[in-house]
């Protein structure tokens, strides 16, 4: 008899701990599990901000898949999936297809961009090892364009659209970056300007406490970030963007953090999708395709007051381990266990020993909540690979040099 076929698509919060836990679950023979990952490494989304500002080596964002999954028991493929055809349980990669008894797609988030015109062609955004790695060196490029044409004060103009987490860490990170910057091509720091464009009152998502939005906000401005708030970006062009109340902001760099929505796959492959991404049962399983499971960006998961809860890597994480016990249950002909998500809270950085947050229901900020986001990134590492991949990436991490 064939061995029943588990395909996990996406190796990033949701699918890697899926995978993790299935393998220490599962016997080596009983099952065959195939994770699909467009790299061949894991990368931590939850850290991406400080490459993206070159605050700290892009290497410390990522792990080798290999170094995680035990490939006895997982097989590995770097594609990217090209399409899935949940009615024939098939998923298409560039040079295979696969076939499955249960997926579990994991496949995370896309930029929304609203329709707005030029930001996806003119408009970077902090979603991957590359796309910050192209943030980091297109901001130094352009101080070093600017020390061969002076005139262009705009090279020196670094524009982020949208004040959500994502905007916000980002600027926290780059406003410490600046004074190196200038050090290094040898800029007047009051040439430098980062402008923080927001659609709402206030930066920072609604639901926070007011206190600690003012505290967040100060911070940004004691650093020199301005904000631009009841404001929203309405096209985004070659040298600048474009406002809602017409004004032409002229900028070398523009980062759009505005928001994002469920991967296309999804809905490419007939998936019920609400900006991409899929309802999931109490069983984190499509209601359409129950032997889909969908974890992380990709599912919306409601709450018992009948609101989602917000996409974040914390019940990405949560979700993956159901998945998996879920998974093994399923495998074993075992009645599943519905997904309860505990929310331990949520802290942003807001640069160098600064941050605010939210823990249960207490209220953190300044140096202790950033230490405690540090600790929230050591448990994950050492949820993913031990105590040896803490050391590797937190302790003995490589050295940003330019
Ligand atoms: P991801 O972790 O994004 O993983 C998706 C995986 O699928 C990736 O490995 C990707 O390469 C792969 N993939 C995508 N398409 C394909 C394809 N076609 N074929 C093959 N592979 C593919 N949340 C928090 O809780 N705390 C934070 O501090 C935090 N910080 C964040 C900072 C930033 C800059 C961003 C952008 C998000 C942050 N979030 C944070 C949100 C969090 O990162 C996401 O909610 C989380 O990553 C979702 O996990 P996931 O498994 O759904 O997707
Ligand atoms: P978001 O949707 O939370 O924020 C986007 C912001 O952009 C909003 O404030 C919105 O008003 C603004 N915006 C939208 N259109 C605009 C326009 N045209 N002009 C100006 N502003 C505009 O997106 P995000 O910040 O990328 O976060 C995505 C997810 O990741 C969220 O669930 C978030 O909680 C999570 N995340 C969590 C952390 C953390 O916990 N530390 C960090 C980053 C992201």
Same mark, same amino acid.
């Given at each position: 008899? *064939? ?33 699909? %990952? +467009? ?19 892009? &290497? ?10 035990? &490939?006895?028991?997982?097989?590995? !493929?770097?594609?990217?999936?090209? $399409? ?44 991957? !090892? ?65 402008? %923080? ?12 406490? %007011? ?14 970030? $301005? ?58 399983? *499509? ?12 599912? !919306? ?12 890597? @914390?019940?990405?994480?949560? $979700? ?35 941050? !605010? ?5 207490? +209220?953190? +900020? ?31 991490? @490589? +050295? @940003?040099?330019?």
């Amino acid at each position: 008899m *064939s061995k029943p076929k588990v395909v996990i698509l996406g190796a990033g919060y949701g699918g890697l701990v899926t995978a993790i836990r299935l393998q220490k679950l599962i016997k080596a023979d009983e099952v065959e599990v195939t994770l699909v %990952n +467009k790299h061949d490494y894991h990368y931590m989304t939850t850290h991406l901000h400080m490459p993206a500002a070159g605050t700290d080596h892009h &290497e410390n964002a990522r792990v080798a898949i290999k170094d995680l999954i035990d &490939e006895r028991k997982i097989h590995f !493929i770097k594609a990217t999936v090209q $399409q899935i055809v949940p009615e024939e349980k098939k998923v298409i990669l560039p040079d295979e297809v696969l076939t499955y008894d249960y997926l579990v797609v994991g496949l995370g988030s896309e930029t929304e961009t609203f329709g707005i015109p030029g930001l996806r062609e003119y408009a970077m955004t902090i979603n991957s !090892i590359n796309s910050v790695r192209f943030i980091r060196q297109h901001t130094q490029y352009m101080f070093a364009k600017y020390k061969l044409d002076s005139k262009h004060k705009d090279y020196l103009t670094i524009v982020v659209g949208g004040a959500g987490f994502t905007g916000t860490e980002f600027v926290g990170e780059l406003a410490d970056r600046i004074p190196d910057l200038c050090q290094m091509f040898d800029v007047d720091p009051s040439l430098v300007q980062i402008i %923080n464009i927001e659609a709402s009152p206030t930066a920072l998502p609604p639901g926070l406490p %007011n206190d600690l939005v003012e505290y967040g906000m100060d911070v940004m401005r004691r650093k020199g970030v $301005q904000y631009k708030l009841s404001t929203a970006i309405k096209a985004c062009e070659p040298g600048g963007v474009l406002l809602g109340d017409g004004q032409f902001i002229p900028a070398g760099t523009v980062i759009w953090s505005g928001g994002v929505r469920g991967n296309s796959l999804l809905q490419d492959a007939g998936f019920h999708v609400q900006r991409g991404r899929v309802k999931v049962d109490d069983y984190l399983r *499509s209601l359409q395709f129950p032997d889909v499971f969908i974890t992380g960006d990709c599912s !919306i998961v409601m709450s018992p007051e009948g609101t989602p809860y917000p996409a974040n890597a @914390q019940i990405a994480v949560q $979700q993956g381990c159901n998945t998996a016990k879920n998974l093994f249950y399923s495998l074993r002909g075992k009645p599943l266990r519905p997904f309860a998500y505990d929310y331990k809270g949520t802290v942003a950085s807001l640069g160098r020993g600064e941050a !605010i947050g939210i823990l249960k229901v207490k +209220k953190v +900020k300044g140096r202790l909540a950033a230490f405690l986001k540090k600790i929230i990134d050591a448990r994950y590492l050492f949820l993913i690979g031990g105590i040896p991949l803490i050391f590797k990436k937190m302790i003995f991490k @490589q +050295k @940003q040099t330019t």
